[in-house]
């Protein structure tokens, strides 16, 4: 078997000397007619040439050189020299040289495709655990402002219970000294009593009777003692309530003061993100329960807070329902008592005096009368400056709109509605208006009524002078608001 021609890539191609064509002879057609061509990355190409070097070295220049024509041109390459043959049978076929390109190249591909899964699979995966940790985070977000929304409940009912225990606390600590005030107001007009009844002892003669005068003294001076008597042992009961409703009150804050610190630190948490600086890895702390409750026992534990709190209230308004009702009881008894007392002294008095009396009540009541005459004109004048802005703004948008160009000049409903306005708040000013100066009238006749009442009570007060005399001590005696415990 003859091999015939090379290739280029053959390891014998190079400078070395070819021994698949004969050497030519140097001619200076041959030089002019073919140059050695060389392509990137190839440089030897000299090993093969084309058939055109065989034709143009067979081409013969002149007489003389037809006689080497034998020499210059075969016509083939001869036989591969036996030096060369050993290393061309350990060559690999043509077939082999494509079947291991193909095999590099499925291999390549499957590489490929592998690797191309392995990326598609990894980035899915990333994106999986990234939504699942971005989803778990979110709901560990929620749960943070839902723990967030529940201490906040709390704390709103915790803070609303408080300040309505405190409340209770300082009503109930004015009941209190309203009691003891009461009392203390008693003791003065039991001490009028006790020395009216010391000084009628000096009555001579006929007049040393047991009248109606001396028994109503003597039922004063028991009926004060009585209501004292009431008056500090409801004390008493309002101060053991009063320990009880600071126990609570207590118990709200400890309370509220845990979930406010709880408050501050859900809240932290819950505003870290990842891009916080005061994050930081705590290994193992996941483990760690220190827990002390669920959150069950945790809203039962504000939830007793609380019951115990109204509890606490609710018998402290029945402590001031009581002291109220008490108060009130007390001071009509006192009252009562030192109106029939008084009612026995001044059975003598002449019809002067009784006139005095009506004359003083529709003086007070002309008194409130002008008072609350003054308010209404005050509240008159107020509500008609009151009108003048709406006025002035429904005539504003009135102007306003009378400047639309063409066709927007539409009587629409706003329209309607703008002059309706205008027109109803002149009725209305005009109506407050002619109320002002009804109000003003009556002003001033009850100023003259008020003139002439004053002038019959000071001709009567001169009349009266006498009369009172034994009734200067009594005079003292607290009024209502005093003997219900203000001061």
């Keep these: 078997m003859e091999f015939l021609g090379t290739t280029q890539t053959a390891s014998y191609c190079g400078p070395k000397k070819s021994y698949l064509f004969p050497e030519p002879v140097c001619t200076s057609t041959t030089q002019d007619s073919y140059q050695s061509y060389y392509l990137p990355g190839y440089r030897y190409l000299n090993s093969w040439k084309p058939s055109l070097f065989y034709r143009v070295s067979a081409v013969p220049t002149?007489?003389?050189?037809?006689?080497?024509?034998?020499?210059?041109?075969?016509?083939?390459?001869?036989?591969?020299?036996?030096?060369?043959?050993?290393?061309?049978?350990?060559?690999y076929s043509p077939r082999d040289w494509y079947q291991a390109n193909t095999v590099q190249y499925k291999g390549s591909e499957s590489c490929r495709h592998w690797a191309g899964r392995l990326n598609d699979d990894s980035l899915r995966l990333m994106q999986d655990k990234d939504q699942l940790t971005h989803q778990t985070q979110d709901n560990t977000g929620r749960s943070l402002g839902q723990r967030l929304s529940d201490i906040d409940f709390w704390r709103s009912e915790l803070t609303y219970e408080l300040d309505r225990l405190l409340t209770e606390i300082r009503a109930l600590e004015t009941a209190k000294r309203r009691l003891e005030c009461a009392a203390d107001e008693a003791q003065r007009p039991l001490k009028v009593a006790l020395e009216c009844l010391y000084n009628r002892e000096k009555r001579m003669g006929i007049d040393l009777v047991h009248d109606d005068v001396e028994k109503n003294l003597i039922q004063e001076v028991d009926s004060f003692k009585s209501c004292q008597e009431r008056m500090r042992k409801l004390a008493e009961r309002i101060d053991q309530q009063l320990g009880i409703n600071r126990d609570a009150q207590h118990a709200l804050e400890r309370d509220l003061s845990d979930k406010n610190s709880a408050h501050f630190i859900d809240e932290k948490c819950y505003n870290l993100r990842n891009t916080s600086d005061s994050i930081s890895f705590y290994h193992g702390v996941e483990k760690i329960d220190g827990t002390v409750s669920v959150p069950e026992t945790w809203a039962k534990f504000s939830d007793d807070n609380i019951r115990h709190s109204q509890n606490a209230r609710a018998n402290s308004i029945k402590l001031r329902e009581e002291t109220e009702n008490t108060l009130e009881n007390v001071s009509e008894e006192m009252w009562k008592q030192f109106t029939d007392t008084n009612l026995a002294f001044t059975n003598r008095i002449a019809e002067t005096a009784d006139t005095k009396n009506k004359l003083q009540t529709h003086l007070a009541k002309t008194l409130q009368e002008i008072f609350q005459t003054e308010n209404t004109i005050m509240l008159l004048e107020r509500a008609i400056m009151a009108k003048e802005c709406p006025l002035k703004v429904a005539q504003t948008r009135l102007e306003g709109r009378t400047r639309r160009p063409n066709v927007e000049l539409c009587r629409d409903i706003p329209q309607f509605k703008l002059v309706n306005e205008v027109f109803t708040i002149d009725d209305t000013l005009q109506t407050l208006k002619l109320r002002l100066r009804e109000a003003q009238d009556t002003l001033q006749l009850l100023v003259l009524n008020k003139a002439r009442l004053e002038h019959d009570l000071s001709v009567k007060a001169n009349s009266l002078f006498i009369d009172k005399k034994c009734m200067d001590m009594r005079k003292t005696f607290p009024s209502t608001p005093r003997l219900i415990g203000y001061t």
């Design 62 to 91: 002149n007489s003389n050189e037809q006689g080497n024509m034998r020499i210059c041109a075969p016509l083939r390459p001869p036989t591969i020299l036996p030096s060369v043959r050993s290393a061309l049978y350990a060559r």
